[in-house]
Each structure stands twice: as structure tokens, then as C-alpha cells.
């Protein structure tokens, strides 16, 4: 049992070792750009809409 557990990590040691000069990690030369356009018109029309019919319920006498 022992055996098998040290034959095992040597294994899994040298796999690591073999693989570590394959990796290579660098920075891009241009910045990384992230474009968000977002659409917010229907939100604002919502609010609008919702902020209009409070404003007429609240003032009903003057429409």
C-alpha cells in the first residue's frame, strides 16, 4: 500500500515537472478592450411613465 502511494506521488512529480516548461503565460501587447453598449431606453420610459401617472393621480384636479 505504501509502495503504491509513493510510486504514485513520484508519478504525479514528475508529470508536473514535464509539463511545467510547456506553459507559457505573457501579456498582450494592446490593451484589452471591452465595449458595453447598453440600452437603457425602456427603463427611463418605464420610470417616465410610471413617475407621470403618480404625478397625475396625486394632482387630479389639475388635469
Same mark, same amino acid.
Given at each position: 500500500? &505504501?509502495?503504491?502511494?509513493?510510486?504514485?506521488t513520484g508519478l &504525479?512529480? +514528475?508529470g &508536473?515537472? &514535464?509539463l +511545467?516548461?510547456?506553459?507559457?503565460? +505573457?501579456?498582450p $501587447?494592446e490593451?484589452?478592450?471591452? $465595449?458595453? /453598449?447598453?440600452n437603457?431606453r425602456?427603463e427611463?420610459?418605464?420610470r417616465l411613465?410610471?413617475?407621470a +401617472? /403618480?404625478?397625475i $393621480?396625486? /394632482?387630479a384636479?389639475?388635469?
Amino acid at each position: 500500500m &505504501a509502495r503504491t502511494r509513493i510510486f504514485g506521488t513520484g508519478l &504525479a512529480v +514528475s508529470g &508536473a515537472l &514535464a509539463l +511545467s516548461g510547456c506553459i507559457n503565460v +505573457s501579456a498582450p $501587447e494592446e490593451p484589452i478592450v471591452i $465595449e458595453l /453598449n447598453v440600452n437603457i431606453r425602456a427603463e427611463v420610459l418605464y420610470r417616465l411613465a410610471e413617475d407621470a +401617472s /403618480n404625478t397625475i $393621480e396625486e /394632482n387630479a384636479d389639475i388635469f
